[in-house]
């Protein structure tokens, strides 16, 4: 048994070290809101945060994880939505068919952890999620709002 911190909450696991991250949230605890994608990290369908930082969790075995560290998946990022990149998303209709927006938003959460006022060049470089609908340009507006509301510190 391992003890997990998954959404602010304790939790054991019975799994092996090698298994990734993605299939303990999704099969042991329940978490289907972070996705599976590709499986070799490159889509991003499977984010997740680890300490405030965005992991790929297709490919982050359960041995990467301190039992001391903080998992945040989609479900944790807010409970009722007011993240104010869940907020942005809302307000621009960024989804279209919505597969790879959570592991999109927690991504973009992520990097305004670490850089608050991106620049479109940050942008290019932290968020590497594939859309398969072509969202990406509606997905660049939802960042800048999100910064704006962040900055403004609009959380309800």
Not at 19 to 47: F, I, M
Not at 69 to 76: M, P, R
Request: charged share 20%.
């Amino acid at each position: 048994m391992k003890q997990l911190k998954v959404n602010g909450q304790a939790v054991e696991v019975d799994a092996d070290e090698n298994t990734p991250l993605l299939w303990v949230l999704r099969e042991q605890l329940g978490l289907t809101g972070t996705k599976y994608g590709c499986g070799v990290a490159q889509c991003g369908a499977c984010t997740v945060h680890i300490g405030g930082r965005s992991v790929r969790a297709c490919v982050h075995p359960l041995a990467a994880v301190a039992d001391t560290d903080e998992i945040t998946t989609i479900e944790g990022l807010s409970p009722d939505s007011s993240h104010p990149v869940q907020q942005a998303w809302a307000e621009l209709d960024v989804p279209q068919c919505g597969f790879c927006q959570p592991g999109m938003i927690m991504a973009v959460a992520g990097m305004l952890n670490q850089n608050p006022d991106p620049s479109d060049e940050d942008i290019d470089l932290e968020i590497s999620n594939i859309c398969r609908c072509g969202t990406l340009a509606r997905v660049r507006k939802g960042i800048h709002l999100a910064k704006t509301k962040l900055s403004e510190g609009e959380r309800s």
